[in-house]
């Protein structure tokens, strides 16, 4: 799985990414600082199985187990900021968004104090709806112009999802979006603009959802623009998250100096190091910053997305049932990301394509049965796949 961080510039997006990371990516407060994009390991949280399993431990290979949270690895993406007008070669102009290709679903970082505008100058009072709408419109306005090239002047559809494939969208997804949004296109692409960008919008909508991140939280006057955001938000159907990835990052870089014991996304953390004065005082922000929003908001941002917009469920794939472990005798070693819904075949797939080919059932070894091929996965679920010799 694969998110993508987006915005206008000087947003914050480079320290979303960054306290998701904990990858050294250059922040500034000046537009365009990142170029080229930034590519890195965070991690969605879930319970470790070897607690209800009631065993000391674990020995995980792909993740890490911090208290008994699993902590499961998800790739991400800090791109160039995109500034209205960058389908036009405007900015960085919407090169960069190739960058984005393979991402299951993209974070727009706004600025939640209103004090950048969409240019990611310092500003007044910016309206966070706008900031919304134009990059939902340049990242549809980017499909446009792909979909446009491939279809060629007759305006196929088969030849538009061909020029789309690269992006996982086929032709299948594209009459579904169509007819998300009421759009007739049996005989090709919609003929004026409007129609292109009403698909494009639908395509990502299934494709790349949205979620948006109003960040810099900790500034003054950003919780009451939060407010009304998130009014209006739900007035929409849709979610606002708030958050502060200058916190985030302060304390996961806080707790790999020692100085904390911070869990990313906890409500709390407990110092154990020796700060010093400013650090404590610093430390005492964040920790009331903490209490009063239930977190920083980054992980639970990642864990929503991944989790909700792209039912995720993690499973633990394991080769001896009564051990928990694999043929090492490392015990539950992988945890693996799936869509909700896969079975324990697709599974198999997933571990090894041989050792589908030779899949003759599973075993679900928390629940001590056996399952066929047809078994729908659920989270947490820990499985041994059986195959002929
Ligand atoms: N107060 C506060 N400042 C933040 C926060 N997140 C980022 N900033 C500041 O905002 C400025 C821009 O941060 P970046 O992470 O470089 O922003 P960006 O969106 O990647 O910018 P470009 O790469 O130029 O598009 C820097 O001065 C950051 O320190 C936050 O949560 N709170
Ligand atoms: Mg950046």
Not at 61 to 71: D, E, F, H, I, Q
Not at 85 to 109: C, P, S, T, Y
Not at 200 to 218: E, G, Q, T
């Amino acid at each position: 799985m694969l998110i993508g961080v987006v915005g206008a510039p000087n947003k914050g997006k480079s320290t979303f990414f960054s306290a998701a990371t904990l990858v050294d990516a250059q922040i500034a407060n000046y537009p365009f600082t990142t170029i080229t994009a930034n590519r890195g390991v965070t991690y969605v949280r879930s319970p470790c199985p070897h607690v209800a399993l009631g065993l000391k431990g674990c020995n995980p290979k792909n993740s890490k187990c911090a208290n008994g949270v699993r902590l499961v690895p998800v790739g991400i993406v800090d791109v160039a900021g995109l500034v209205p007008g960058a389908h036009e070669g405007r900015g960085l102009g919407n090169k960069f968004l190739d960058d984005l290709r393979q991402a299951d679903a993209l974070i727009q970082v706004i600025d939640a104090s209103g004090m950048t505008d969409l240019q990611g100058n310092p500003a007044q009072g910016a309206d966070l709806w706008e900031e919304v709408r134009f990059l939902e419109e340049e990242i549809a306005l980017w499909l446009v112009g792909i979909m446009e090239r491939g279809a060629g002047r007759a305006g196929g559809l088969r030849e538009a999802a061909a020029s789309l494939s690269g992006l996982k969208i086929s032709e299948e997804l594209l009459r579904a979006a169509a007819g998300d949004c009421g759009l007739e296109i049996s005989d090709g692409l919609p003929k004026n603009m409007d129609g292109l960008c009403l698909l494009a919008k639908a395509v990502l909508r299934r494709r790349m959802p949205i979620v948006v991140a109003c960040n810099k939280m900790d500034v003054e006057g950003a919780e009451k623009n939060f407010a009304a955001f998130a009014q209006k938000a739900q007035q929409e159907g849709k979610k606002a998250f708030a958050c502060s990835a200058a916190v985030e990052l302060a304390l996961r870089k806080a707790a790999e100096k020692g100085i904390i014991d911070y869990v990313p996304g906890g409500k709390e953390f407990k110092i154990v190091g020796a700060p010093s004065q400013p650090q404590q005082e610093a430390l005492e922000r964040m920790a009331a910053f903490l209490k009063k929003h239930g977190g920083s908001g980054v992980q639970q941002i990642i864990d929503w997305i991944v989790y909700h917009k792209l039912r995720a469920i993690v499973v633990y794939p394991v080769e001896d049932e009564h051990r928990f472990s694999n043929h090492k005798g490392e015990v539950l070693p992988d945890a693996f990301l799936v869509r909700q819904g896969t079975t324990a075949k697709q599974l198999a797939f997933m571990v090894h394509s041989e050792l589908a080919q030779k899949f003759i059932g599973a075993i679900d070894v928390k629940r001590h049965i056996r399952v066929g091929a047809d078994h729908v996965l659920e989270d947490g679920d820990v499985i041994k796949v059986l195959a002929s010799h």
